[in-house]
């Protein structure tokens, strides 16, 4: 039987450049002959995907319940499905965000709670943890700029600045409390600057994971 694989998330707020470090990641897991299976969230699944589209598309109100279960929804199928039989398979994953995203945006920036949102994982039985996950972390206006370069804002990204403050400093609160898997990289640097942080981090993630 094939030893378990790892499971690698990133994290961060709109336009920290998820994106392209995760395109980096991969090319570099590849390069050590990891099988590696990219994904994402909300997403990763045909259901994830339609739940995808009505969070960031929806033309009606959403409330913040609906959209933490709708999180939820995805995540659930997302993992039964996708991440943990290739876990087991011996495949590793490489994911756009995970449940640390809901106790960032729900949590703190819907102002839920995140006993809230622990609750609601518990209940469903998503207590699957990432083995690394890399927090890009900038200043939330910066991260907005680069995405108004790519056009219209979709339905979270047209959310009132304060709620962006709440959802960065929710993400930075719970990297402080897990510090050995949450690794926070200053996204604001040049991207050159940002891959070489990354590869570090990523080089020693490997060295204690025979990669
Ligand atoms: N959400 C998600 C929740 O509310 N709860 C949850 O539980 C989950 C799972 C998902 C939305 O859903 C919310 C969060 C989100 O609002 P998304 O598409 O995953 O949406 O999230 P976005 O943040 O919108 O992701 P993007 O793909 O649009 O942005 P990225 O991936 O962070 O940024 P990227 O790599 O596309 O880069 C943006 C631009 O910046 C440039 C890139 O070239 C690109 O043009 N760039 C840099 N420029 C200068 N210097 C650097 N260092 C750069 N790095 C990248």
């Known amino acids: 039987m094939s030893s378990r694989g790892r499971f690698i998330t990133l994290e961060g707020l709109e336009g920290v450049g998820k994106t392209t470090n995760r395109e980096f990641i991969e090319a570099t897991l590849k390069s050590r002959d990891i099988n590696v299976v990219v994904t994402r969230e909300p997403g990763g699944t045909e259901l994830g995907e339609q739940l995808r589209h009505l969070l960031l598309h929806a033309s009606a109100p959403v409330s913040a319940e609906a959209e933490l279960m709708m999180m939820a929804a995805s995540r659930k199928q997302h993992t039964v499905d996708v991440i943990e039989p290739a876990l087991q398979s011996g495949k590793w994953v490489l994911c756009d965000r ?14 839920l709670g995140l006993d809230v949102v622990a609750s609601l994982h518990s209940l469903l039985t998503i ?12 200043p939330i206006a910066d991260g907005l700029k680069r995405m108004a370069a790519r056009g219209k804002p979709d339905r979270i990204e047209q959310e009132e600045l304060a709620f962006f403050e709440r959802a960065r400093k929710a993400y930075l609160q719970r990297a402080a409390l897990q510090p050995d898997r949450m690794k926070v990289v200053d996204a604001g640097a040049p991207l050159e600057q940002v891959q070489a942080r990354v590869s570090e981090l990523l080089m020693q993630f490997l060295d204690s994971n025979n990669g």
């Open 98 to 111: 995970y449940a640390d995203a809901s106790y960032a945006y729900q949590g703190g920036g819907r102002q």
């Open 127 to 138: 207590d699957l943890q990432p083995d690394i996950t890399f927090l890009l972390d900038m």
